[in-house]
Nanobody, 115 residues
């Protein structure tokens, strides 16, 4: 049973930095794509950033130049380094990993940016 566990969320002020981490357990396979999504209450999940096994990345426009995604294939971890956080970055952040075409999601970690 693959499980993803996120950490690193919290309450920060505008302009602060925060690093989210996600680790997969329960498998020795390596995921194809790793990514981060965020969700507001009552809304769908929106892509923040993703990275392929080969290192290709895709960022939401709102994340470009402020967020950096990284992954460790040996440890099955994916991190999201967030800089210069804005109030509008407030959301629950979910990590996602694709293992052989099957999507797995973490439980979510709340990021709150206050002014």
């Amino acid at each position: 049973q693959v499980q993803l566990v996120e950490s690193g969320g919290g309450l920060v002020q505008v302009g602060a930095s925060l690093r989210l981490s996600c680790t997969a357990s329960g498998t020795i396979a390596s995921p194809n794509v790793m990514g981060w999504y965020r969700q507001l209450p009552g809304k769908g999940r929106d892509l923040v950033a993703m990275m392929s096994t080969g290192g290709n990345t895709n960022y939401a426009d709102s994340a470009k130049d402020r967020f950096t995604i990284s992954r460790d294939n040996a440890k099955n971890t994916v991190d999201l380094q967030m800089y210069n956080l804005k109030v509008e970055d407030t959301a629950t952040y979910f990590c996602n990993m694709d293992f052989g075409g099957v999507d797995y999601w973490g439980q979510g970690t709340l990021v709150t940016v206050s002014s």
